[in-house]
């Protein structure tokens, strides 16, 4: 049965800061403590939003996560009013109130990894939803993550939505992040499933930045996707690429299709891995690769061209997606423009304002999950996350009215900010109709 990707886009949340949490993110790092835009950021990504459906192409939206995240404090032994509790991890721990009030699960190609229903044994499409076990301000996100999903995919007889791999960081996983899924038609679906460390069979990973994902997560996911073992291809992310700021395989690499676009430093061993794609997917996969000459791999991290989303279109021709930092950089552009020139499905780039997000390493590519479902599995979903004309004039509402235009990190142990995020996102709850989701729509009284 015909399939149609749908991306859902994360909404950014009302408090989208730059705290610098991300070792090995040097965007992040770079950032740290500069003011920040709220509001302009959720437009920035609702645009985003809007333009893709322009496009013809599906397009979601998964909400933001309660921050900053009382239950953890509290859990953490900060205990009181929401007041005493923010002014006491304020004064006794600053960071702790920073990582506790990260937007980062806007980026929701970390929220979870998918398998279309065409690809899984028992033919439900499945979702795992990724533990985030190597930064403690994103493991924060799993739980939502998990309530979220199992609300809006809620039909067990077509959906299978797992809860995060167990353990602690032997398992870490980062989702659809490292993954990319090419298919030619009639052909089964490739997956690859990248990852930078082993917990239990030694390799040489990074020198210098943390390696997130695991390898036993990746095999983890295939496992439980229930995806056919020649389907699936577990290459080791290049250690080079993280040392140098390539913290997810996205930020190297990106496919869709038949078309795959990627670095010569995203994977080690990338000459046999293309050699094995092309065997297992025929004359009709294309890849456009960059090497560190065109594109060393500053360029590839500081102007995020693989960060790009390609895009399906109607007539059946690829688009690319690209932060405008790929434009404003000669080698990023002249590289997209040689991947349009090409002899490939691509071509045309869009480049689309994203800054608030990329000021913390988040591209259009991180900004979005890819779920690919069936009319019939779409119909199967009673949330309102389908964004049309109307919904994205409901958000665009909701953002005005409730977002603040400047935040600094010291605004947040400000009490206000963390009633006004509670009170916005309990609105959003009934505009996405998605139910009580949210941890302190359980507690409230
Ligand atoms: O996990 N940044 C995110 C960016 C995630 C990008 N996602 C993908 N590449 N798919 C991260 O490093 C920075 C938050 C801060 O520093 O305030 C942050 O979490």
């Known amino acids: 049965m015909a399939q149609r990707e749908w991306n859902f886009d994360g909404l950014v949340g009302p408090t989208h800061n730059y705290a610098g949490l991300s070792p090995g993110n040097l965007a992040s790092q770079a950032n740290e403590a500069n003011l920040s835009s ?3 950021a959720a437009l920035q990504g609702l645009q985003k939003m809007r333009f893709v459906a322009g496009l013809g192409v599906g397009q979601a939206v998964l909400p933001p996560h309660p921050r900053p ?11 009181g009013t929401d007041e005493q509790v923010l002014a006491r991890v304020a004064t006794e721990d600053e960071h702790l109130l920073r990582l506790c009030s990260s937007a980062a699960s806007m980026w929701t190609a970390n929220a979870a990894t998918a398998a279309p ?55 870490a996983d980062e989702g659809a992040a490292n993954h990319i899924r090419l298919a030619v038609d ?4 490739m997956h690859l ?48 690429g993280i040392d140098g700021g390539a ?4 930020v190297m690499a990106v496919g869709n299709d038949a078309f795959l676009m990627l670095h010569e430093e995203a994977f080690v061993a990338v000459e046999p891995l293309l050699a094995t794609l092309r065997n297992r997917l025929g004359e009709k996969f294309r890849w456009v690769m960059a090497s560190p000459k065109e594109l060393p791999i500053p360029e590839a991290v500081f102007g995020y061209p693989f960060n790009s989303q390609v895009l399906t279109l109607p007539d059946g021709s690829m688009c690319i997606v690209a932060p405008i930092e790929s434009r404003q950089r000669p080698r990023p552009r002249a590289f997209l423009e040689r991947v349009v020139a090409e002899d490939n499905p691509v071509t045309q780039v869009h480049y689309l304002d994203v800054r608030q997000s990329m000021n913390n390493g988040g591209g259009p590519a991180c900004l979005r999950q890819r779920i690919r479902l069936t009319e019939e599995e779409r119909a199967a979903v009673k949330a309102r996350v389908f964004l049309d004309q109307d919904l994205a004039a409901d958000l665009e509402a909701w953002i005005q009215k409730h977002y603040r235009e400047r935040l600094a990190i010291r605004d947040l142990a400000d009490p206000a900010l963390a009633r006004e995020s509670m009170t916005a996102l309990d609105e959003l709850t009934r505009i996405l109709r998605i139910g009580s989701v949210y941890d302190f729509q359980q507690t409230a009284g």
């Open 193 to 240: 499933f990248a990852w930078g460390r082993s917990t239990w069979h030694p390799v040489k990973g990074p020198d210098r930045f943390p390696a997130r994902q695991t390898r036993e997560a990746s095999h983890a996911l295939a496992r439980l996707h229930q995806l056919h073992p020649d389907a699936c291809l577990f290459p080791q992310q290049d250690p080079a």
């Open 117 to 171: 229903s065409s690809d899984t044994a028992d033919g439900r499409m499945h979702l795992t939803v990724a533990n985030l076990q190597a930064m403690f301000h994103r493991v924060l996100e799993a739980d939502t993550t998990y309530a979220v999903l199992r609300s809006i995919f809620a039909d067990e007889r077509r959906f299978a939505v797992h809860g995060p791999l167990p353990g602690g960081g032997q398992f």
């Open 38 to 40: 709220p509001r302009e």
């Open 69 to 79: 995240s009382l239950r953890t404090l509290r859990a953490l032994g900060f205990i």
């Open 186 to 189: 009639g052909r089964p679906a």
């Open 247 to 250: 913290f997810h395989t996205d």
